[in-house]
């Protein structure tokens, strides 16, 4: 799994991923703490609008990004938006105003919506082999989960000799030192591709991901696992507090169980993809999420909660890491960074349903009940995906092209009926229909 770190770029953006992944964390205890400086018992509420502005501007503004970042030099785009994301953190400290939070929160994410996808379109490009970049997708969601264990632990332990503020330059720091990494980093060039009007290229990436039947089941496939997932995330602690009647400290311990067992899906996975279809494993890591919720009634412990939260972690690191493989095969490299967009863009748009729904519900019908209506959602979603998302995939897809002039580049290197890897692109619009 070590492998690709031997590629002295992809170590370089690995790096930066890690120091940005560490701030981060660092900015969200101490967002958490500001917002109660400024709102008191309503911080819940001022983080809950934060939360909602973040998913507002990587749905709204993501394929944006995109079509912006076809125009730029890679390299440049990426550190300009470290720096932006840096700026905006060094504002932080001295808002006084809970309005600058959602402002500067929601520049910030904005920021982050361009640079997530355009750094998830280089490393196809950095590592071209399937198997290293099976084990660079693996190395990045190990670096994400033990991010989520480690960085609560960090800031608690500098809270106890710093105040929170300081927290905000651990944060500036951390993407400052991306910045540098990726500048010195040998980021290879965007494939060369035919740029068009802009309002064209902000939707091209979701009109490849609509139009690609895989991806049609992705997506859908999304809304199996935000379903699941919004309960771990809005609903933890209402477990472990009012039903549990335990505190803090049991809430992290419940988080630690979920990210354990998402570092163990991350470890195994890329032995596991060697044997098994990506379609498979994930619909497996949806199955398990969503069967995961549909048992939370039943818990009655801590110990019990924390391996159910460790059993629907794995299946989330199952669902999540080879997503850039369905990604890369599926549009052309020119291409990638619009489709990764467009992912970006529609799974959060999932998440931005189930949030509020875990959240409103819980409080209204209780928990138990509304983990049975996730489970339901999510299984309805699951059946979606197996009708959507073709089981056999050819390598090569008959096709012809009436509408190309005999002499078209293309009908002289394949012939006027041909098969080969397909994906949509100007010459390929829509997917053929099976024969």
């Given at each position: 799994?070590?492998?690709?770190?031997?590629?002295?770029?992809?170590?370089?953006?690995?790096?930066?991923?890690?120091v940005a992944?560490?701030?981060?964390?660092?900015?969200?205890?101490?967002?958490?703490?500001?917002?109660?400086?400024?709102?008191?018992?309503?911080?819940?509420?001022?983080?809950?609008?934060?939360?909602?502005?973040?998913?507002?501007?990587?749905?709204?503004?993501?394929?944006?990004?995109?079509?912006?970042?076809?125009?730029?030099?890679?390299?440049?785009?990426?550190?300009?938006?470290?720096?932006?994301?840096?700026?905006?953190?060094?504002?932080?400290?001295?808002?006084?105003?809970?309005?600058?939070?959602?402002?500067?929160?929601?520049?910030?994410?904005?920021?982050?919506?361009?640079?997530?996808?355009?750094?998830?379109?280089?490393?196809?490009?950095?590592?071209?082999?399937?198997?290293?970049?099976?084990?660079?997708?693996?190395?990045?969601?190990?670096?994400?989960?033990?991010?989520?264990?480690?960085?609560?632990?960090?800031?608690?332990?500098?809270?106890?000799?710093?105040?929170?503020?300081?927290?905000?330059?651990?944060?500036?720091?951390?993407?400052?030192?991306?910045?540098?990494?990726?500048?010195?980093?040998?980021?290879?060039?965007?494939?060369?591709?035919?740029?068009g009007a802009?309002?064209?290229?902000?939707?091209?990436?979701?009109?490849?991901?609509?139009?690609?039947?895989?991806?049609?089941?992705?997506?859908?496939?999304?809304?199996?696992?935000?379903?699941?997932?919004?309960?771990?995330?809005?609903?933890?602690?209402?477990?472990?507090?009012?039903?549990?009647?335990?505190?803090?400290?049991?809430?992290?311990?419940?988080?630690?169980?979920?990210?354990?067992?998402?570092?163990?899906?991350?470890?195994?996975?890329?032995?596991?993809?060697?044997?098994?279809?990506?379609?498979?494993?994930?619909?497996?890591?949806?199955?398990?999420?969503?069967?995961?919720?549909?048992?939370?009634?039943?818990?009655?412990?801590?110990?019990?909660?924390?391996?159910?939260?460790?059993?629907?972690?794995?299946?989330?690191?199952?669902?999540?890491?080879?997503?850039?493989?369905?990604?890369?095969?599926?549009?052309?490299?020119?291409?990638?960074?619009?489709?990764?967009?467009?992912?970006?863009?529609?799974?959060?748009?999932?998440?931005?349903?189930?949030?509020?729904?875990?959240?409103?519900?819980?409080?209204?019908?209780?928990?138990?009940?509304?983990?049975?209506?996730?489970?339901?959602?999510?299984?309805?979603?699951?059946?979606?995906?197996?009708?959507?998302?073709?089981?056999?995939?050819?390598?090569?897809?008959?096709?012809?092209?009436?509408?190309?002039?005999?002499?078209?580049?293309h009908l002289?290197?394949?012939?006027?009926?041909?098969?080969?890897?397909?994906?949509?692109?100007?010459?390929?619009?829509?997917?053929?229909?099976?024969?």
């Amino acid at each position: 799994m070590l492998e690709p770190l031997r590629h002295p770029t992809f170590r370089s953006l690995f790096a930066a991923q890690i120091v940005a992944l560490v701030g981060t964390g660092l900015a969200t205890v101490a967002l958490g703490l500001l917002a109660w400086e400024l709102a008191g018992e309503s911080a819940g509420a001022v983080l809950g609008t934060a939360l909602a502005i973040k998913m507002v501007a990587y749905v709204g503004l993501a394929p944006v990004a995109a079509a912006i970042a076809e125009r730029l030099p890679r390299r440049a785009f990426l550190v300009g938006l470290d720096l932006i994301r840096a700026a905006v953190i060094f504002c932080l400290p001295f808002v006084d105003q809970v309005w600058q939070i959602y402002v500067l929160i929601f520049l910030l994410q904005a920021a982050s919506a361009g640079f997530t996808p355009a750094f998830q379109a280089v490393i196809p490009d950095v590592l071209p082999d399937e198997g290293d970049y099976t084990q660079a997708l693996s190395l990045l969601r190990l670096a994400e989960d033990l991010e989520q264990l480690a960085s609560p632990i960090l800031a608690a332990l500098l809270l106890t000799v710093i105040g929170f503020p300081v927290l905000f330059l651990g944060t500036v720091l951390g993407f400052v030192g991306s910045a540098l990494l990726v500048a010195t980093a040998r980021v290879p060039g965007r494939q060369a591709g035919q740029t068009g009007a802009f309002w064209a290229d902000v939707t091209k990436g979701l009109r490849i991901y609509l139009a690609t039947p895989r991806l049609r089941g992705l997506m859908v496939m999304e809304l199996a696992v935000a379903a699941a997932g919004a309960m771990i995330y809005v609903n933890t602690v209402v477990l472990v507090q009012a039903r549990l009647g335990l505190g803090a400290q049991a809430v992290a311990l419940a988080f630690a169980g979920f990210g354990a067992g998402s570092i163990v899906a991350a470890v195994l996975l890329p032995r596991l993809l060697r044997r098994e279809a990506d379609r498979s494993v994930m619909l497996a890591g949806a199955a398990l999420m969503v069967g995961g919720v549909a048992l939370v009634p039943l818990i009655g412990s801590l110990a019990g909660l924390m391996a159910l939260w460790g059993a629907i972690g794995f299946g989330f690191a199952l669902t999540q890491t080879p997503i850039g493989r369905i990604i890369s095969r599926s549009a052309r490299a020119e291409d990638r960074g619009a489709v990764f967009a467009a992912q970006f863009a529609l799974s959060h748009a999932c998440w931005l349903l189930t949030y509020p729904l875990a959240g409103r519900l819980g409080a209204e019908i209780g928990q138990s009940a509304v983990a049975l209506v996730l489970a339901v959602l999510g299984a309805v979603a699951l059946l979606a995906v197996g009708w959507i998302w073709p089981r056999r995939e050819p390598g090569a897809v008959a096709h012809a092209h009436p509408d190309l002039p005999p002499d078209h580049p293309h009908l002289r290197d394949h012939g006027a009926a041909h098969a080969h890897a397909f994906v949509i692109d100007r010459l390929h619009p829509r997917w053929p229909k099976p024969a």
